[in-house]
């Protein structure tokens, strides 16, 4: 069974950080992209970074000019996880936060998981 559970939000204040973990089962995790999605009440769907995304490349990351510098993308293919550090938060970083993944070179994603709350306070 394919799964990916997400971990480590919570609640912060503004310029505080968090990190978020994505961890993959039932599927060959290095040969995947993961990327990070997340949706605020109201709000669209928003692509915030995934890593492998850029020309299939395992290692590669991609941010949403909304987080690029304050978030950095990491995966840990021994544990079957990606990270995502979560610097100097904002409160219109506040949404659920789900991650996703799709074959390397792939253009739509195969499997998400659950999503987890993300909280900043002012």
């Known amino acids: 069974e394919v799964q990916l559970v997400e971990s480590g939000g919570g609640l912060v204040q503004a310029g505080g950080s968090l990190r978020l973990s994505c961890a993959g089962s039932g599927f060959t995790f290095d040969d995947y992209a993961i990327g990070w999605f997340r949706q605020a009440p109201g709000k669209e769907r928003e692509g915030v970074s995934c890593?492998?995304?850029?020309?299939?490349?395992?290692?590669?990351?991609y941010y949403a000019d909304s987080v690029k510098g304050r978030f950095t993308i990491s995966r840990d293919n021994a544990k079957n996880t990606v990270y995502l550090q979560m610097n100097s938060l904002k409160p219109e970083d506040t949404a659920v936060y789900t991650c996703?993944?799709?074959?390397?070179?792939?253009?739509?994603?195969?499997?998400w998981g659950q999503g987890t709350q993300v909280t900043v306070s002012s």
């Open positions: 890593i492998g995304c850029r020309d299939g490349i395992s290692g590669s990351s």
């Open positions: 996703a993944a799709k074959s390397l070179g792939s253009s739509s994603y195969n499997y």
